[in-house]
C-alpha cells in the first residue's frame, strides 16, 4: 500500500485524464466522418473498438496481470496511442477509410487495456475502497464531460482536431503515469490458467435459467445500444446543433445524478425491473429521437440525450452488481470479464455493424430531407430494444437481491 503524499488527487487526475482522452473523440468521431464525407464507415470505425475489448481482458490476463508494474504499462499504452491518435487527422483528410480504420483498431488495443489498468493502479495505493475509489472514478466522469464541452465551445466538435487534442491528453497522461505511485503485476507469480483465462468457471453459471436470460438479453441489448454511441452525433450535426460535444455531455450530468440514487431505487424495485427501467428507457430515448426528427424538435433531442442517466446506471451498474452477486467472491472476476466479453465486445460489435448497414441503406439524403429518414433509422433499434423487454420481463424470475446486493454497490459504484 502506498504511503506517498496526496495520493487521492493523483489517482483522480489519472481517471480525469483516462475518460478525458476517450470522451474528446469518441462522442462526435461519427459526426467528423460524416462531415468528411466518410459516413459509410462509421458503423466499421466504431466496431472495432468492440474487438479491442474482446482482446484486451486476455492481453492483461497473460501479460500484464503477470509480468510488467501497471503504472509503466499504463504510460507506454498511452504514449504510444497519444501517437497513433496524432496520425489519425490525416487520413480522414485524404478520405483514406481502409487506412483510418486500421489505425482506430490499433489505438484501440492500446486504449482498452488501460480502463482496466487505472482501476489496478487506484485499488492498489488505497487503504479504503469504499471511501476512496467512488471520489477518484468520479472523476472520469467529470473529465468526459469537460472534454465535451470543451470541443463544443471550441467549435471543434465535426473537426478531426477531436484526435489531435485526445492525442495531446493521452501523451500528457503517459507521461504523468510514470509519476503514479508503484503498483506491482497484481499476478505476480502466479500460474498461467487456461480455465481462468477463457472464464469457463463463470460459463457454468449459464446452467442458471435466469442467468442465461439475463446474459443473452444483455448481449442482445448492446445491439440497439451502440447506435446511440456510434450515430447520435451525425444525427445532432443532421438536426442543426452547432456544439455537439456540448450538448451530448447532458448524458454523462445525468449519470451522475441516477449512480446517487442507485441504492434507492434497488431497495424499492429491485434487480429485474432496475434492468427492465433500462431497457425501456433505451426504447423510449430511440423513440424521442425519432419523432422528433422530422420537426426538428430540439427538446426532445434534448430529453434523449438527458435519458442516459437511466439508460446507462440501470442497465450496465445494475447488471454488474447482478453479475457479482450470482458469482460469489471465487469467481466474481471471472463473472466480470464474460459480461464484458458479451456486452461491450460481442453486442457492441454487431450492434456497430448492424448500425452501419441500417445509416448506408436508409440514410441517403442530405439536408432537410435526410430528417424524415432519420426517424426510420431510429425506430429500428427503439423496436429491438422494445422486443429484447418484454422478453426479458417474460422470461427472467429472478428473486429480488439479498440486503447484501447494497453493500456490494457500495465498494463497486462510480
Request: net charge positive.
Amino acid at each position: 500500500m502506498s504511503t506517498k503524499p496526496f495520493v487521492v488527487p493523483r489517482l483522480s487526475a489519472m481517471m480525469f485524464l483516462e475518460f478525458f482522452v476517450w470522451g474528446a473523440w469518441y462522442a462526435t468521431g461519427g459526426l467528423v466522418l460524416a462531415k468528411s464525407g466518410l459516413s459509410s464507415i462509421i458503423g466499421t470505425v466504431y466496431s472495432v473498438g468492440a474487438i479491442a475489448a474482446i482482446i484486451a481482458p486476455f492481453f492483461l490476463g497473460m501479460v500484464v496481470d503477470r509480468f510488467f508494474a501497471s503504472e509503466k504499462v499504463l504510460g507506454l499504452l498511452h504514449i504510444v496511442g497519444g501517437i497513433l491518435l496524432w496520425l489519425i487527422p490525416g487520413q480522414i483528410k485524404a478520405g483514406n477509410g481502409t487506412a483510418l480504420v486500421w489505425l482506430v483498431f490499433t489505438y484501440m488495443l492500446t486504449y482498452m487495456p488501460t480502463l482496466a489498468l487505472t482501476n489496478n493502479v487506484a485499488f492498489h495505493n488505497i487503504p479504503d475502497s469504499v471511501k476512496h475509489f467512488p471520489v477518484i472514478r468520479v472523476f472520469g466522469t467529470i473529465g468526459w464531460i469537460v472534454a465535451g464541452l470543451l470541443i463544443g465551445q471550441l467549435g471543434f466538435s465535426d473537426h478531426p482536431t477531436i484526435f489531435q487534442i485526445a492525442a495531446g491528453a493521452a501523451i500528457l497522461l503517459g507521461l504523468f503515469s510514470f509519476t503514479l505511485p508503484h503498483t506491482p503485476a497484481p499476478a505476480k507469480g502466479k500460474p498461467l490458467s487456461v480455465r481462468d483465462l477463457l472464464c469457463l468457471d463463470a460459463l457454468q453459471m449459464l446452467k442458471d435459467k435466469n442467468y442465461l436470460v439475463f446474459i443473452v438479453c444483455s448481449l442482445l441489448i448492446c445491439v440497439p445500444l451502440a447506435v446511440y454511441y456510434s450515430f447520435t452525433s451525425p444525427f445532432l450535426g443532421a438536426v442543426g446543433f452547432q456544439n455537439v460535444g456540448s450538448v451530448m455531455t447532458i448524458g454523462q450530468m445525468s449519470e451522475i445524478f441516477f449512480m446517487l440514487l442507485i441504492p434507492f431505487f434497488f431497495r424499492h424495485l429491485g434487480v429485474k425491473y432496475m434492468l427492465l427501467v433500462g431497457m425501456i428507457a433505451w426504447t423510449a430515448r430511440y423513440l424521442l429521437f425519432g419523432f422528433g426528427a422530422p420537426a426538428e424538435a430540439t427538446w426532445f433531442m434534448y430529453l434523449g440525450i438527458a435519458l442516459h442517466g437511466i439508460c446507462y446506471d440501470f442497465f450496465f451498474v445494475t447488471g454488474f452488481i447482478y453479475a457479482e452477486q450470482k458469482a460469489g467472491e471465487k469467481i466474481k472476476g471471472q463473472a466480470q470479464s464474460l459480461l464484458v466479453l458479451f456486452t461491450q465486445g460481442i453486442g457492441m460489435y454487431f450492434g456497430n455493424m448492424i448500425a452501419g448497414q441500417l445509416f448506408n441503406s436508409i440514410v441517403t439524403a442530405q439536408g432537410k430531407d435526410a430528417l424524415v429518414q432519420w426517424q426510420t433509422f431510429w425506430f429500428y433499434p427503439a423496436i429491438a430494444a422494445a422486443v429484447i423487454a418484454v422478453v426479458f420481463f417474460v422470461l427472467f424470475r429472478e428473486k429480488g437481491l439479498s440486503a447484501e446486493s447494497t453493500k456490494t454497490y457500495d465498494n463497486a459504484k462510480a
